[in-house]
C-alpha cells in the first residue's frame, strides 16, 4: 500500500503597511494600491516555497520603487537638500539582522540591509560606510535627482527650515495655518504643538486619551498634508519563520545624519520566533523612546492577537510620549494585524494555505484599506 501523505498544509501570511501620517485624500486610494502590489508580490514569494526573508524584502522592494511612498524612489530631502535613507531586515527564525542608516544613493536600501546580514559581522553601517559597502557588493550607485520626485523638492522648498512643523503635520496635531504638502489636496490636523513636534496639553483633556484629529481642506487648491513616511512588512512562511523589513527615507528637512526609528532593531522592527513580527511606522523620537516594535512582539508573545498587540503598544506610545503611529504585524500562527493612531495608514494582506507538496494552485486571502485613527478601517 502507498504510504500516506505525512505532509500537513502550513498556513503563509503577510501584511505591509505604506505609513502611517496626514495622508493626502488624493493620494490614499494610490497608497492603498502600492501596498496591494506589494503584498502581492511578497505572497508570491510564500507561495512558492519561498521565505517569510525573501517575501518581506520582495515587498519592501516594489514600495521602494512607487515614488508615492517616502522610501527608495520616493524619498524626502533632508536640510541640505539631500536624501538620506534607513532601512532594516530581521530573520526571527535565528535572530539575524542587517541594517543601514543616512546612506545615499541607493535604489533598494532594503536588499543592501539585507546583505548586511548576509555578508557581514555587523548588524548595522551607517553613512559612508554603507555607501563603500554598496560599491563592494556591486550595487550600482543611483543619482540623487533619480531618487526624488518634482513633489518632494517643492516640499523641500517649502520646509527645510521647519521640521518641527513637519513632524507636527503629519503624526501628531497640526499648528494652524495652511501647510502646502508634496501629493494634491488633502487634509491635515490642528491642535497646539511644541516647537520640538510634541503636542502640549490641551485645556481640560486627559493628557492620556487620544486627541481627536480636526481636519481642515485644502486652501487655494494646495494640498495641506506632507508626503512622507516609512514602509514595512512582516511574514509567516510555510515553516513557521517569520520576518520584518522596515524602510524610510525620513521627514523633510531632517538635520544631516538624522537617524530615526527604521533602521534600529526594536524600534522600527522586530521578528522573533517566540511571538511574531511587526514593523513600524509613525514620528521617529517618539517610537524610539517607547522600543514600540519589540513591544508589540512581546505582547503576541504573552498571548494577546495581532491587533491588540499593536493596539496596546500603539496607545502606550502616547500615554508616555504623546506620540501617533502605526503598525502592521503577524503571530505564529499566521494572524496578521494593523492599527494606527495618525490620521491615516495603508495597508494590505495576503493570507493562505499552502498545500502539502505544493500539489495545487495558491490562492490567497487578500484584503487592503486605509486604517484610520482610533483604529477604523475600510476593507
Known sequence: LPMANTVEAAR???IVHGGAWAIPQALRGKSEEGAQRAASAGYAVLARGGTALEAVEAAVRVLEDDPVFDAGMGSVL???????MDALIMDGSNLKSGAVAAVKNVKNPITLARLVMEKTPHCLLVGEGARL???ECGIERTPTEQLVTAEARAEYAQYCSEYG?????LFNASQVGPAPGRHGSGSRREGAVSTHGEPSE????NPNQLAP???NTSVGGVGEGLGHDTVGAVALDAAGRVACATSTGGITGKRVGRVGDSPLLGLGGYADGCGGACSVTGHGESIMRTMLASRVVLNMEAGSEP???????LTRMHERVQGRGGAVCVD????????????AMAWASATGVLPAGLESEVKPVLQSGIEYEHGYSSV
Not at 512643523?165 to 503635520?169: C, F, G, L, T, W
Not at 490641551?202 to 483633556?205: A, I, Q, V
Not at 491587533?307 to 503598544?313: I, L, N, S, V, W
Request: hydrophobic share 45%; net charge neutral; no cysteine.
Open 213 to 215: 484629529l480636526v481636519t
Open 202 to 205: 490641551r485645556e481640560g483633556r
Open 332 to 343: 505564529t500562527k499566521g494572524n496578521v494585524g494593523h492599527w494606527a493612531t495618525t490620521e
Open 12 to 14: 503563509i501570511a503577510l
Open 307 to 313: 491587533t491588540a498587540a499593536a493596539r496596546a503598544a
Open 133 to 135: 559597502f554598496a560599491d
Open 165 to 169: 512643523r513637519a513632524v507636527s503635520s
Open 78 to 84: 533632508n536640510a541640505a537638500g539631500e536624501v538620506e
